[in-house]
């Protein structure tokens, strides 16, 4: 089964899954930091000293859904954010699970403008070489 990455952005992907493990994990926690940095709710929400966040994660990223889909059916202008914050907490939840290339799909979908993930990832595999 292909992932979510490799079928919308193949190059990247299959970059990602070249990286020697420990790299990938380095990849993945970095992505986990700017998430927490980007959204405090979210930082707020997850105590990065648990050894579950990743279960913290993606509790929270489904009560985000569910208030995501509340708010889209109300018509509230906020329901972007909340799908953001969502896609954010997932993206930790699965970075912290060892999921490099479904947290990578994720993170971008966190972000108006993906650009600052590209360069995340795009600095950790110019890292590698």
Do not use: W
């Amino acid at each position: 089964m292909t992932d979510r990455l490799s079928a919308e952005r193949p190059a990247l992907a299959n970059s990602i899954k070249a990286l020697e493990p420990a790299s990938q994990q380095q990849l993945a926690q970095e992505l986990a930091a700017l998430l927490l940095a980007q959204f405090p709710a979210l930082a707020k929400r997850l105590r990065t000293d648990v050894p579950n966040r990743a279960d913290l994660a993606v509790a929270f990223s489904d009560e985000m859904d569910t208030h995501y889909f509340a708010l889209q059916d109300a018509g509230d202008n906020q329901c972007l954010a909340a799908f953001e914050l969502a896609r954010a907490a997932a993206a930790v939840g699965l970075a912290d699970s060892g999921d490099p290339c479904e947290a990578v799909y994720e993170a971008l979908h966190a972000f108006e403008d993906p650009e600052v993930v590209l360069a995340l990832v795009k600095r950790g595999l110019r890292d590698e070489t």
